[in-house]
């Protein structure tokens, strides 16, 4: 009794593994005795038992309880060379991989990723979210991701695979051209499109899948950040012209001390100064003013000086005004400070209406 009890105590009967952490990814059971025939294999739900014998992938065991045979054992039988089947006791790396849903894991960019867009052209753009995984294929993973490592663990491939899916990340969304304002917006529809992009990589390079892909945020640089803020502004302001004449409206209603709308009444009154001294320009080229050395000299406004010529604009400087009446600039200033000629100031310019210069030289 004594060497059948040493015999059996020289044999593997029952091989299971009970995982109890929640961050292991493969383990290899640690076979110290042979294995005998007839020996009870357990496998659990959410893991697949990997035989290697050799150093040679062998059979693969889903979840449930095999009686190790000949005939559930056909690859080991092959790479073994048994002749008349599993008869004898043997020794094999028995790997069990997890094969449940493993949530939440973080990726980001490290650096920015450079991205060709159709708005902006070349931009760099920084992302980050999160993913679940899960094994598929367990001899992949274990020849190109666990190795030989007795105990893998999530912790030690979570810096490999944030890298790995950044880089599958980087050359999906290149391949999707999806515009930034667009990725910006539409961060749940982006990770849906991706995926289909991502997992035949994942899975062919690694053997894994990802279900869930999810986009959290993307950032652009700031200088980008501002032209799309501008272009958002542009877009609320809609028609310029319109825009500047509503302004130079609540600048006259509030006055000229009234802070930024006196000086949106002022900018807008400037650039209407603008295009009717560009309109006078224009006219003067076909129609000339008469010359003031051809007109004689007058001491004052109330000298007899000759009326404004008919090219003359609707709105006039205080210059225009000397140049059309033939007399200097500062008679034109003092008559507008003594009230004599109407005229309008706005900041410290006056403007005065062709209508107010006629009238000045009738009274």
């Given amino acids: 009794m004594g060497l059948i009890n040493y015999l059996k105590s020289q044999f593997l009967e029952i091989i299971q593994w009970e995982d109890d952490s929640r961050d292991t990814l493969s383990y290899c059971y640690p076979v110290d005795k042979e294995i005998k025939r007839g020996a009870q294999l357990i496998v659990r739900e959410s893991q697949v038992a990997q035989f290697l014998y050799m150093g040679q992938f062998g059979d693969t065991f889903a979840p449930g ?54 708005d902006f052209g070349i931009v760099r753009a920084r992302a980050y979210g999160t993913y679940d995984f899960h094994v598929v294929e367990p001899k992949l993973f274990l020849k190109e991701v666990a190795g030989t490592d007795h105990h893998f663990r999530l912790e030690e491939f979570a810096d490999t695979m944030r890298s790995r899916i950044v880089s599958l990340f980087t050359e999906a969304l290149a391949s999707a051209k999806v515009p930034v304002l667009e990725v910006a917006s539409r961060y749940q529809e982006l990770g849906e499109a991706l995926l289909p992009l991502i997992n035949p990589a994942v899975r062919g390079r690694y053997g894994l ?40 409206a609540e600048g006259m209603a509030k006055g000229e001390g009234s802070g930024m709308a006196s000086s949106a009444a002022q900018l807008g009154a400037g650039l209407a100064m603008g295009q009717q001294m560009a309109q006078a320009m224009s006219a003067a080229q076909t129609t000339p003013l008469a010359s003031p050395a051809s007109q004689p ?37 003092a008559a507008l400070a003594d009230g004599s000629l109407k005229g309008k100031k706005i900041g410290a310019a006056w403007r005065i209406t062709r209508a107010a210069l006629e009238d000045f030289l009738k009274s």
Avoid: C, H
Avoid at 67 to 91: A, C, M, Q, R
């Fill in 65 to 118: 309880t095999w009686t190790l045979t000949t005939d559930n054992t056909p690859i080991l039988n092959t790479l073994k060379g048994w002749k008349y089947g599993f008869e004898s006791p043997f020794k094999a790396d028995i790997y069990y991989v997890t094969t449940r849903l493993f949530t939440g894991n973080k990726w980001g960019t490290a650096n920015p990723v450079l991205m060709r867009d159709p």
């Fill in 209 to 248: 899948e990802i279900p869930s892909f999810i986009v959290e945020n993307v950032s652009l640089p700031p200088e980008v950040e501002q032209a799309i803020d501008k272009r958002s502004s542009m877009a609320a302001v809609g028609n310029l012209n319109d825009f500047v004449k509503f302004q130079m």
């Fill in 297 to 333: 000299p007058s001491a004052g406004l109330n000298a007899g000086s000759p009326a404004p010529a008919a090219a003359l604009p609707e709105l006039l400087s205080p210059g225009d005004a000397a140049k059309a009446l033939g007399v200097s600039e500062s008679d034109v200033l």
